[in-house]
């Protein structure tokens, strides 16, 4: 594992930075753990900033799809369209 890390990071600090529309970007989330904070806080944060993304059309990947369990529905009526709103409920009946 510490020979992987010290690799990638050597690889990653000859990377330069660039500049790109927000449109290219993909944000991919995953839970670390539940508790006060992340109800109260970073969830929160963080859905800011994937409407703030998506707004300038980038993409959300949302990581954990357990946590969907009562908010498919929110979720669905967000959706880009009716069909995609539709495939995600459909998945989290078959996942619950």
């Given amino acids: ?6 690799t990638m990071m050597k690889e990653t600090s000859q990377q330069q930075r660039e500049r790109v529309n927000m449109s290219e970007l993909i944000l991919a989330t995953q839970c670390g753990s539940t508790d006060t904070g992340s109800g109260l806080v970073s969830n ?7 409407d703030q993304l998506i707004a300038k059309g980038g993409a959300v ?5 357990g946590s969907l369990y009562g908010a498919a529905g929110l979720l669905a009526k967000r959706a880009v369209s009716k069909s995609v709103g539709s495939k995600l409920l459909e998945i989290t009946d078959i996942l619950e």
Avoid: Y
């Fill in 61 to 65: 990947i949302l990581g954990e799809t």
């Fill in 44 to 50: 929160p944060v963080l859905g800011i900033a994937a």
């Fill in 1 to 6: 594992g510490i020979s992987l890390v010290s």
